[in-house]
């Protein structure tokens, strides 16, 4: 850890905190010392807090992710895994802390016995008996958040881990008042969470009924978790994955009929990689590589990007603050007719050719190769149908076949969480973190006071397939934080929840903020859209839905139009935070979802925004 502070030598200065938590038509929130944008106000506040204190961006991450991991229990914490991207201006570039979940070494194909009917879950598989695949011990894979939270702030952090664990250990010891989100969680997994009595206790009253606030002071306190947190500031990730929690983790799995051991929790969970690079007009992006969303991304928005910018900057939202007109509807069918089709052909790839390339071939570089990609897009136009589906080219270094088309799946709903982060050094963090689903595997080991993930449910249950279950195999995973740089310069952080729809939400934000010359918040938190092999998923909230949805039937698409509110999950939920130099110095302009509790926060010295009336938010 450095002993110079990235910050100045003048330490901790005077800060304001500027905070939105949005609501339809919410203006962005900007400030000049940096942002923090979180899926909960608590979290967004308690990462900005440790910026105002005198900590960098990875300072405010872990922070933040370590009190989400209290207060949304249902998507993340330490029972989870995480994915960090990283730019640190001492090294002059972004590095990749993958997360992502291995097998056990006792997994195999065929563990579970499958059940005839469609697929259902976040990924589409078929059902599993008893659905073990999903709930219980033997849906369990070693968590990384751990790993990645200590490993984030040794190489990156600046202020001592127990000052970024104490805000987490303070709400869980204190206790906290559960919101109306978390308490439909609650109820949501109540029959899950009922099958592990240590875990149904966590979240109900000593009559079995769920945890709901019958009023501010009524507050839900989880000692076991702060007991766990104590644990992690003290003795950092190896007390989860050689220590005494590691013995409790394997134990519990044991006794209950699970598979993971010791030595699968002792096994590395930490990758750090380059990132994946790939420019998009004028930006290059950088996300997670190889079994990630990041490839699936890269390819979708390569596809966007071989039509000019002037077909779609025309499509601007009619509340966008630019002074245009109103967004016209075959603008708006053009746009999400290009965006739907460059998703499709970005997810087919990722469905026939992706997976643990240390596990089974996978045509990387190949995927991106340019000649590849002007193959696979052949015929794809602004104005023309909807492509039809001749046989296909194959990407260069390919040498397995495509196993079976994969399903929609159901929506996610609420069981990911993402952040992001940067401060006025330069130091930016893009954060997802997950259980996998809601509340993970609804099971946990007595005393350890958090559920633990149910990472088997990113496997094909099905033996025989590029991701069914084997020994030490890593997760795809849809995870996809985006850094992105313009000239060599940090401009912009961001990322989403919501499974596979994730990347559909990353790359409209991206496109957004190029194409359509969107604010951070009218890029991240515009109306959802989503597509994969199967329908196009429109949200309501899209200018003119109705005719829109016309216009994109008329062109061949199959369209399924979705209301979403706090607790659905047919759409990712992005946020992000822009960064741009003004006369005055830099801003940071943050934006979120305003569909759910999701908040930014961002930190104005008081002294330049009064002395310079000329200081400005982005436009």
């Known amino acids: 850890m450095p002993s110079q502070s990235v910050l100045g030598p003048r330490g901790p200065r005077p800060a304001r905190l500027v905070e939105q938590v949005p609501l339809p038509g919410r203006s962005d929130v900007s400030g000049n010392r940096g942002a923090v944008t979180a899926m909960t106000p608590v979290a967004a506040r308690t990462g900005a807090e440790v910026l105002a204190g005198g900590g960098n961006a990875a300072d405010a991450a872990v922070a933040a992710a370590l009190a989400a991991g209290v207060v949304e229990p249902a998507m993340s914490g330490l029972g989870g895994t995480a994915y960090a991207l990283v730019f640190d201006p001492r090294i002059g570039r972004a590095v990749a802390l993958d997360g992502s979940a291995r097998c056990p070494r006792a997994a195999r194909g065929g563990m579970f016995e499958v059940l005839p009917g469609a697929g259902s879950g976040l990924y589409g598989f078929p059902p599993t008996r008893g659905d073990r695949a999903e709930t219980g011990p033997l849906a369990v894979l070693a968590p990384t958040a751990p790993g990645v939270l200590f490993e984030l702030h040794r190489r990156f952090g600046r202020l001592p881990l127990p000052v970024l664990v104490e805000p987490a250990i303070r709400l869980a010891e204190d206790g906290f008042s559960p919101d109306w989100v978390f308490a439909l969680h609650a109820a949501a997994g109540y029959r899950r969470l009922k099958r592990c009595p240590p875990a149904f206790s966590l979240y109900t009253r ?38 005494p929690a590691a013995r409790r983790i394997a134990e519990a799995v044991a006794a209950a009929g699970g598979l993971l051991t010791e030595a699968d929790l ?72 290009l965006a739907g089709e460059s998703l499709r052909l970005a997810f087919s790839d990722r469905f026939r050719y992706l997976g643990d390339p240390a596990s089974v071939p996978v ?72 259980l996998g689903g809601r509340f993970g595997a609804a099971f946990t080991a007595p005393g350890l006071g958090y559920p633990l993930n149910n990472g088997m449910m990113w496997f094909d249950p099905r033996p025989g397939r590029r991701i069914s279950a084997a020994p030490g195999r890593r997760a795809l995973h849809a995870a996809a934080p985006v850094l992105a740089f313009e000239d060599g310069i940090l401009r912009a952080a961001a990322g989403s929840p919501g499974g596979r729809r994730l990347i559909s939400a990353v790359a409209m934000t991206l496109a957004r903020l190029v194409d359509r010359g969107s604010s951070i918040a009218e890029a991240a938190g515009g109306p959802g859209f989503h597509r994969e092999e199967g329908p196009l998923f429109l949200d309501e909230r899209t200018p003119g839905y109705t005719a829109v949805a016309r216009g994109l039937e008329a062109r061949g698409h199959e369209v399924l139009v979705r209301r ?45 925004v009064e002395k310079d009336p000329e200081w400005r938010p982005l436009p």
């Open 564 to 608: 979403e509110t706090a607790l659905t999950g047919h759409f990712g939920r992005a946020s992000g935070i822009r960064r741009a130099e003004h006369p005055a110095g830099v801003c940071f302009e943050a934006g979120v979802d305003p569909v759910r509790a999701a908040t930014a926060v961002a930190l104005v010295e008081k002294y330049p």
């Open 266 to 337: 002792a096994v590395s969970p930490v990758r750090e990689a380059a990132p994946l690079r790939f420019r998009f007009r004028g930006l290059m992006v950088e996300t997670l590589p190889e079994n990630s969303g990041g490839p699936t991304l890269a390819a979708a928005l390569y596809h966007l990007a071989a039509f000019p910018p002037a077909v779609l900057r025309s499509c601007l939202p009619a509340d966008s603050g630019t002074g245009s007109s109103p967004v016209r509807v075959e603008d708006e069918v053009r746009f999400l007719h």
């Open 206 to 243: 000593d009559d079995g009924s769920p945890f709901v606030p019958a009023g501010d002071d009524d507050l839900l306190r989880l000692p076991e978790l702060a007991g766990s947190l104590r644990l992690f500031a003290a003795e950092g990730a190896d007390a989860f994955a050689r220590g």
């Open 363 to 434: 045509p990387l570089p190949g995927l991106l190769d340019p000649e590849y990609l002007v193959r696979r897009r052949h015929g794809m136009s602004p104005d023309g149908p909807r492509l039809a589906t001749p046989p296909e080219p194959v990407p260069p270094g390919a040498s397995e076949a495509f196993e079976g088309e994969l399903l929609s799946g159901a929506p996610a709903g609420d069981c990911t969480t993402h952040l992001n982060a940067m401060d006025d050094a330069g130091m930016a963090v893009a954060l997802t973190a997950t």
